[in-house]
């Protein structure tokens, strides 16, 4: 069956970096787009970043272009977000997630942006 | 950027009875929309996919319709495990949630 763990959150200080990773097992990880979206405590839903099949492909949220990096590594299944110059506002859940269809072309139409599986979730909390 | 405006942001409603909810797009954004459920503490969860396409697995109370701007999903009997809160999503945006709750 479709797992995807995160890890890595934790509490960090304004300005300062952390790497989080989503480790995905029960299907063809390098097949299929990931993404990351996060969720600040109480609120809503706030997609941050996606990344082709191959990882040729990237694109982000204005909220965190420029400070957010996303990356993977398909011999390790494992999905990244390094972040850094972090700020009070990425304060929030943050959940990795799987495309629904695979090796969709890019740039992605809408079909690449159907999420059928999400991890947990891990909690970064930005503050001094 | 689409801005997806759903309503009512908060439901009350009773076991049995049929719910619809409203999803809002700022211009027409053809059948390019999904549906989430999301209970606390929880992930995510796809309900519905291209407006209309019941993802494997949900239950066939919920149903998706709407094209363009105007989209609804409807549960045609409320269940007690179905007490969450929903979310509209186009491409990269995400409406604001609708919380049904237990009247």
């Known amino acids: 069956q479709v797992q995807l763990v995160e890890s890595g959150g934790g509490v960090v200080q304004p300005g300062r970096s952390l790497r989080l990773s989503c480790a995905a097992s029960?299907?063809?990880?390098?097949?299929?787009?990931m993404h990351w979206v996060r969720q600040a405590p109480g609120k809503g839903l706030e997609w941050v970043a996606v990344?082709?099949?191959?990882?040729?492909?990237?694109y982000y949220a204005d909220s965190v272009k420029g400070r957010f990096t996303i990356s993977r590594d398909n011999s390790k299944n494992t999905l990244y977000l390094q972040m850094n110059s972090l700020r009070a506002e990425d304060t929030a859940v943050y959940y990795c997630?799987?495309?629904?269809?695979?090796?969709?072309?890019?740039?992605?139409?809408?079909?690449?942006?159907?999420?059928?599986?999400w991890g947990q979730g891990t909690l970064v909390t930005v503050s001094s | 950027d689409i801005q997806l405006t759903q309503s009512p942001s908060f439901l009350s409603a009773s076991v049995g009875d049929r719910v619809t909810i409203t999803c809002r797009a700022s211009q027409g954004i053809s059948s390019y929309l999904a549906w989430y459920q999301q209970k606390p503490g929880k992930a995510p969860k796809l309900l519905i996919y291209a407006a209309s396409t019941l993802q494997s697995g949900v239950p066939s109370r919920f149903s998706g319709s709407g094209s363009g701007t105007e989209f609804t999903l409807t549960i045609s009997s409320l269940q007690p495990e179905d007490f969450a809160t929903y979310y509209c999503?186009?491409?990269?945006?995400f409406g604001g949630g609708t919380k049904v709750e237990i009247k």
């Open positions: 029960g299907f063809t990880f390098s097949s299929y787009g």
């Open positions: 999503q186009q491409l990269r945006g």
């Open positions: 990344i082709s099949y191959d990882g040729s492909n990237k």
């Open positions: 997630a799987k495309v629904l269809y695979g090796l969709i072309p890019w740039p992605y139409d809408s079909s690449g942006w159907d999420f059928d599986y």
